[in-house]
């Protein structure tokens, strides 16, 4: 994992999202209320770090999450991150 770079609260967010499934760019952004642009960077960056992976079905492409445990490690360091402020 990037480390704490993945567990920025829009990262974090994306993350929930594709919790359940893996989700095109379209699902992320009903899902987050982001803007696509601001999706799409945060995904590139989550991606090219090895966080999420990406599969290409046709013209659509899906993210998914590389490893489950990486939603639950974000969330422990979000909640410490929160405690200290």
Excluded: W
């Amino acid at each position: 994992m990037a480390g704490r770079s993945a567990c920025e609260p829009m990262r974090l967010k994306i993350l929930q999202a594709l919790h359940a499934r893996p989700l095109t760019v379209g699902e992320i952004v009903d899902a987050t209320g982001a803007t696509q642009s601001n999706i799409s960077k945060h995904l590139a960056l989550l991606a090219s770090s090895g966080v999420i992976t990406r599969h290409r079905h046709g013209q659509f492409v899906t993210y998914g999450i590389s490893n489950p445990l990486t939603l639950k490690l974000c969330e422990l360091v979000h909640k410490e991150l929160l405690k200290q402020t």
